[in-house]
């Protein structure tokens, strides 16, 4: 019942205030409450008034029902108290009869005679005779009898009953056979809980004291609290008993007059009290559930916050005259006072009454012999009015809810929605934090170079607003251990570059689902290699994926976000386990917890080429052709950094002519590259001639050459003896004997086999000496009050940083839903790219399988930039995300209306909480104002300490 039509509740309202203008006097001038300007607690007071206005109108209904004072006085209100109806019927054969049924068809006979005598002649008669048709009839007794009764607790053989009436009537069946047109039955009874309702009634005082509990804690808003909701529960159930009842009554006799069918219907003297004749009876009720409000003036507090006489009441309860706030009657409110909605219940009992008088005289007296009667439309008519006043107690409700939604809409300009508040979250970050949170955007660049590329992680661009990339709380380290990267059991890699830990706040509002891509740039002639992977130590990352991204490259790979349940979910959720299944599942949420960190490196290729080759630094910086040369080979084809490398022993040679020397390497292995594939070109020539030669061959002579024959078209030979044959008998074959020759070049396989030479012979010295420049140690840094701190440690375990995560929101008691989430791969990635620089670019989705093939280049190629793990990589940064979300029920609108909760405190409390965890200090020493430290300590005391503690 919480959906709200506001057109059909502004026209009733609409309808109704003129009905409420001539009940009241002519001074009045009530309006929905959106239009009069009044307090917060006044919405209250209106609930207060709706509600008990809702109780008294539906005990107007039941008294009707036959649920009296007296009734009322008899129940124990101790016991839990059970509205029931329920219905009998039965039907008796009486007899069966053949009745003849004129019908509308005649014949006509005409009979001729001759007569003799004195005149003779021709005589004739003629005869009408009527046709009937004769219809086999069987009659029934058909009795029913239904009840309504009130119990207490499971006594249902003591029940009271409140109205009750037995009818019987002959239903006349046309059948062949006698069959029983009704069952013998009893049917399901019909029931509702009254227990709530008769909590809110003073029987000894005939009133009610319905009143919100406002200070409870789960009291939110006017519309969300206990109180509410248990009458809303109520009004739901009664709508739904009384619908049932209407539906229970009106089929039972319809079913009963359908299946009523005499032959003749004249002949039948017996009356169902109801056919197609029947009057049209659609009585009006006024209905006293409305949220007004007043302009309250000096006269009016007076009379609202005075105790007066109320008038008389017609009703069976009174209503509570304290419509004011209890705890301050001086205090001025906006409703109508107690005996204004005095007044509208009398109006409304008198439209009750107004509708029975109407009633009785267009059906028959309950005490007739008709099957239907008074009573039964009576009850029809009472239960879809009951169903209409919960209705319109339930819109009412909600119509104060949405006071509050159109008055925060109308302070704000807008609704807000979740894009909204994360720009606010940004903008208040960058003012409250310092450090503050930064994007989620780095250029991939060495010192004093133009960057590389860009790699960020930015939201599904699922429109065409601007997106940003996400903000996370920074720390960056200088870590003296390499950080290792196992890329096979044989290899594994040894970084040296800059570490950088990053703290991401997600909010999911609702079930809103955000997707989220880490996304690389590559400029053009420029590339880099991306790995992402899981922290599984504090030097050590498992790579998952890596792609190389080159010459304006832009790959987008899918984020996937998995919350893990909160400390607090999971102890209640294991609280009732065996004590080896709670170890069982803190081992398997620690594994969750440690696995939820994700690593990120980028690495350099150029400046670990120059590396790898000997080169001095910078010196491939102008080699557009030459690096493009370098990653072809050592990608495409495999080929060892030592047939390339600079090996020559005067190490006091220029950069240029180190470079020159590279350069002829890579010429050479280029040739002969070049020279294979013309000779694997020619070879295959040689084939397409040969299989032209067999066919045509095989069409002319069949005799002369045997071994075509049974050869496979495109075979090339083998080891078998048929095969050797057929090369002594055919020597041109013979330059396809071996395997190697006639296959395909695969990648896996080095320059050497192709080219049949001994293993580095194209190269030079393979132990030759490298002499790498020392880099200088770039601390990472960030900024705090103007000064600057540095972070120099050998290792960290980021791996526990979820873990002390979950002890500080347990340490602070906090209740909010901030949970650890996991972060994993898609399968989707997409990739934009430009073949050549002329053409446009090309969006792609990669496969599995290509992705699959792009793990392995890269690792192909790390391998070679590393040689095999044994040379470091100083030009990498590895960015350590650990994130967390921060999940409200609802959406933005909703939590700050229907919670009534400030999601920006919460997500404050949040920031602070994973910032001090991030960079390692008390969360009050990243308030940048005192002002803010002084709000904060004040809405989070717990986390943030005292005002003295905080300026200590």
């Not at 299989?691 to 090339?716: K, W, Y």
Request: glycine content about 4%; overall charge negative; some cysteine.
């Amino acid at each position: 019942m919480d959906s709200f039509n506001q057109v059909f509740f502004e026209n009733r309202v609409s309808n109704a205030l003129k009905e409420v203008d001539r009940i009241l006097n002519l001074d009045r001038n009530p309006r929905l409450a959106g239009d009069v300007s009044h307090e917060y607690a006044d919405k209250y007071a209106l609930a207060n008034t709706l509600t008990n206005t809702a109780i008294i109108a539906q005990m107007n209904v039941l008294d009707r029902l036959g649920l009296t004072n007296d009734i009322l006085k008899k129940i124990d209100f101790t016991k839990a108290t059970t509205l029931r109806f329920q219905a009998f019927d039965s039907c008796e054969f009486i007899k069966e009869q053949v009745v003849d049924v004129p019908v509308s068809t005649a014949f006509q006979t005409t009979e001729e005679t001759t007569t003799t005598g004195s005149f003779p002649g021709n005589t004739k008669n003629s005869t009408v005779q009527e046709v009937v048709n004769r219809v086999k009839e069987f009659h029934w007794k058909v009795d029913v009898k239904w009840e309504i009764s009130i119990y207490s607790g499971t006594n249902i053989e003591n029940r009271i009953v409140l109205d009750s009436r037995g009818s019987s009537a002959t239903l006349i069946v046309q059948l062949n056979e006698p069959e029983f047109p009704l069952p013998n039955r009893e049917h399901e009874p019909i029931e509702v809980s009254l227990t709530w309702l008769l909590k809110q009634i003073d029987i000894e005082f005939s009133n009610v004291h319905f009143t919100i509990n406002t200070q409870d804690k789960d009291a939110k808003t006017p519309r969300r609290n206990k109180q509410v909701d248990d009458a809303l529960a109520f009004h739901v159930e009664l709508s739904r008993w009384m619908g049932d009842v209407l539906e229970e009554v009106s089929v039972l006799y319809q079913d009963i007059i359908n299946k009523h069918d005499p032959a003749d219907p004249s002949s039948s003297t017996f009356n169902f009290g109801i056919s197609q004749d029947s009057p049209c009876i659609d009585p009006v009720f006024f209905v006293p559930i409305l949220p007004l409000m007043e302009e309250a003036d000096r006269d009016q507090k007076i009379r609202f916050s005075e105790v007066v006489e109320q008038p008389s009441n017609d009703s069976a309860l009174g209503f509570p005259i304290a419509s004011a706030d209890e705890s301050n009657p001086s205090k001025m409110t906006r409703v109508l006072s107690g005996d204004d909605i005095t007044l509208l219940l009398n109006e409304h009992v008198h439209s009750l009454d107004k509708a029975r008088e109407s009633v009785r005289e267009g059906f028959p007296d309950r005490q007739s012999n008709s099957l239907f009667s008074v009573a039964e439309y009576e009850i029809m008519m009472l239960s879809d009015h009951s169903h209409k006043l919960a209705d319109a107690y339930c819109n009412s409700i909600n119509y104060i809810e949405k006071m509050l939604k159109d008055q925060l809409v109308s302070a704000i300009g807008k609704k807000v929605t979740s894009s909204d508040l994360d720009q606010f979250v940004r903008y208040h970050n960058g003012k409250m934090l310092n450090p503050p949170p930064k994007q989620f955007c780095h250029a991939i660049q060495r010192p004093n170079h133009y960057p590389e590329g860009i790699l960020s992680i930015e939201r599904d661009r699922t429109s065409e607003e601007e997106i940003e990339p996400i903000q996370t709380h920074v720390r960056g380290f200088d870590v003296l251990t390499p950080l290792k990267i196992p890329l096979n059991a044989a290899t594994t890699l040894q970084l040296t570059g800059k570490t950088y830990l990053h703290g991401w706040l997600n909010n999911r509002f609702s079930t809103e689902h955000t997707t989220f891509q880490l996304i690389g740039r590559a400029r053009q002639f420029s590339s880099f290699m991306l790995v992402v992977g899981t922290m599984i130590g504090p030097d050590c990352m498992q790579p998952k994926e890596a792609i190389i991204i080159q010459n304006k490259d832009e790959v987008k790979i899918p984020l996937l976000l998995n919350e893990i349940p909160t400390g607090k979910e999971f102890k209640d959720a294991i609280n009732s386990l065996s004590p080896e299944q709670q170890r069982f599942a803190k081992g398997y949420r620690s594994m969750q917890l440690e696995s939820s960190v994700v690593g990120i490196c980028v690495i350099q290729i150029k400046p670990q080429l120059e590396d790898v080759l000997g080169l001095p630094h910078d010196s491939l910086t102008k080699e557009m052709q030459l690096t493009q040369d370098l990653m072809e080979l050592f990608v495409e084809y495999q080929v060892p950094s030592d047939m390339m490398s600079y090996d020559e022993e005067n190490q006091d040679a220029t950069a240029k002519e180190k470079v020159d020397v590279v350069r002829e390497h890579v010429k050479a292995v280029l040739d002969v590259i070049q020279d294979s594939k013309k000779k694997q070109l020619k070879e295959q020539e040689m084939k397409t001639d040969m299989a032209r030669a067999r066919a045509t061959s095989r069409a002319t002579s069949e005799q002369i050459n045997p071994f075509l024959m049974d050869l496979p078209v495109g075979s090339c030979g083998g080891a078998d003896e048929d095969n050797m044959g057929m090369m002594t008998h055919y020597p041109f074959l013979r330059s396809c004997a071996q395997p190697s020759a006639c296959k395909e070049y695969s990648e896996s396989e080095s320059l050497s086999r192709i080219l049949g030479m001994p293993e580095n012979s194209m190269g030079t010295d393979n132990e030759m000496a490298y002499t790498f420049p020392s880099l200088p140690k770039e601390a990472n840094e960030f900024e705090r009050d103007g000064t600057k701190e540095v972070s120099r440690i050998h290792s960290l375990d980021f791996t526990g940083i979820p873990k002390l995560l979950d002890g500080a929101i347990e340490k602070c008691n906090a209740d909010f839903a901030l949970r650890s989430t996991t972060i994993k791969i898609g399968d989707r990635w997409k990739r934009m790219r430009r073949e050549d620089l002329l053409c446009q670019p090309v969006s792609s989705t990669l496969n599995d399988d290509q992705i699959k093939t792009e793990k392995n280049k890269a690792f192909d190629l790390l391998d070679a930039l590393s040689r095999s793990g044994s040379l470091p990589i100083s030009y990498s940064e590895l960015h350590v995300v650990v994130c967390v979300t921060h999940c409200f029920d609802k959406n933005v609108m909703d939590t700050v209306i229907e919670d009534n909760v400030n999601p920006i405190e919460k997500l404050e409390w949040s920031t602070l909480l994973l910032a001090s965890t991030i960079h390692g200090v008390p969360a009050r020493t990243l308030i940048s104002h005192d002002s803010d430290k002084m709000r904060l300590g004040v809405t989070f005391p717990e986390f943030l300490g005292t005002a003295e503690e905080m300026d200590a």
